[in-house]
């Protein structure tokens, strides 16, 4: 069974901060990965995807994130936060080839920039 | 706005009632889902269906029950349920491709659900 793990729960940072958020997830084969975001009072929305290709993928409001295999993770960083960045992240993951469409989530971790 | 749209917005029921959560998809996706978020726990996955068809169930109790009359429409049907099923109900729906998974899922707004 496919299974996502988050890091850190809570992290906070001043603006103009860098952030990395860690992600790694449990199935060996081979995964669709993405990170969403819930902003306070607003619905899930994706900022970034990876199928295949570049392992470095961007995404939209200044993010990316890293998909290194080896490590088994998808971990996504901002090199400058602004406060409206305030949201809930989670990592996804679907292992297609073993689960078929099913997207499992890891726990979240909500993020507070200070003004 | 997502293109999934869900109602109600918020939804509080006794323990004794019968009720049901709506989820409609303008996007033409070929699957959708029913999610549960908790406080404090990971989104859990309750039901996926596919073409229509129920692919998923992750062992959700039988007070649950999902219906998904066409590929644009899914339901969730409620009935004695307990206090600590209260959460926000998210619905999904995404375009499965045989060949490489789930594009990406597209969510709605959610349903907010207490129960008393």
């Known amino acids: 069974a496919q299974s996502v793990s988050q890091h850190n729960h809570h992290v906070i940072l001043s603006e103009a901060a860098s952030l990395e958020l860690g992600c790694n997830y449990s199935?060996?084969?081979?995964?669709?990965l993405f990170w969403y975001v819930q902003y306070p009072g607003q619905h899930l929305q994706l900022l970034l995807k990876?199928?295949?290709?570049?392992?470095l993928v961007k995404g939209i409001k200044g993010f990316e994130a890293e998909f290194i295999k080896s490590k088994f993770s998808f971990n996504l960083r901002k090199p400058s936060v602004q406060w409206s960045d305030t949201a809930e992240y989670f990592c996804?993951?679907?292992?297609?080839?073993?689960?078929?469409?099913?997207?499992?989530f890891g726990g979240g971790t909500r993020v507070l920039v200070k003004p | 706005e997502t293109g999934v749209t869900q109602t109600p917005r918020h939804l509080v029921m006794g323990m004794t009632n019968k009720k049901s959560l709506k989820c409609e998809q303008h996007?033409?996706?070929?699957?959708m889902y029913w999610y549960k978020q908790s406080a404090k726990k990971p989104l859990e996955l309750m039901f996926v269906?596919?073409?229509?068809?129920?692919?998923e169930n992750n062992s959700v109790p039988s007070r649950f029950s999902p219906e998904c009359p066409n590929s644009s429409h899914l339901f969730l049907h409620l009935h004695t349920l307990q206090p600590e099923d209260s959460a926000l109900y998210l619905c999904?729906?995404?375009?499965?491709?045989?060949?490489?998974?789930?594009?990406?899922?597209?969510f709605g707004q959610g349903t907010r659900l207490t129960v008393v």
């Open positions: 999904a729906s995404s375009q499965d491709r045989q060949d490489r998974g789930n594009t990406e899922a597209f």
């Open positions: 199935y060996g084969g081979t995964v669709n």
């Open positions: 990876y199928f295949s290709g570049d392992p």
């Open positions: 996804a993951v679907n292992a297609w080839e073993a689960a078929g469409n099913k997207l499992t």
């Open positions: 996007l033409g996706h070929n699957a």
């Open positions: 269906y596919n073409f229509k068809e129920q692919t």
